[in-house]
């Protein structure tokens, strides 16, 4: 409940970046053109791109350049990690209750 309460803007970012890439997908589809068949795996792979390894080498380089203390290196990494993976565990929520109908 205090997650959600301290990172309720992640959600909310996560909700409206999966409906602007999905949205984004479908109009390259249009210009594209693949297949019927293919449609839709298009479309899922163009919305959901990969979003969790890069962002935790770049979060743990922008913790190591702003903190010069280990204590406050590896709190900054800590509660970036957890931002990051729950915003990613929402995404998958939404991948398998509201776009698995898509496909």
């Known amino acids: 409940r205090e997650f959600l309460s301290e990172n309720w803007t992640l959600i909310f970012y996560g909700c409206c970046f999966l409906t602007g890439t999905f949205v984004f997908a479908w109009v390259l589809a ?41 204590g406050d290196i590896a709190s900054c990494i800590d509660t970036a990690q957890t931002r990051l993976f729950g915003t990613t565990l929402l995404h998958i929520l939404v991948i398998w209750t509201v776009l698995y109908s898509y496909a």
């Open 30 to 70: 249009l210009v594209a053109r693949p297949t019927a068949s293919f449609r839709p795996w298009f479309v899922l792979s163009v919305a959901l791109p990969n979003m969790v390894a890069i962002p935790l080498v770049v979060v743990e380089a922008m913790c190591r350049s702003e903190f010069a203390d280990n």
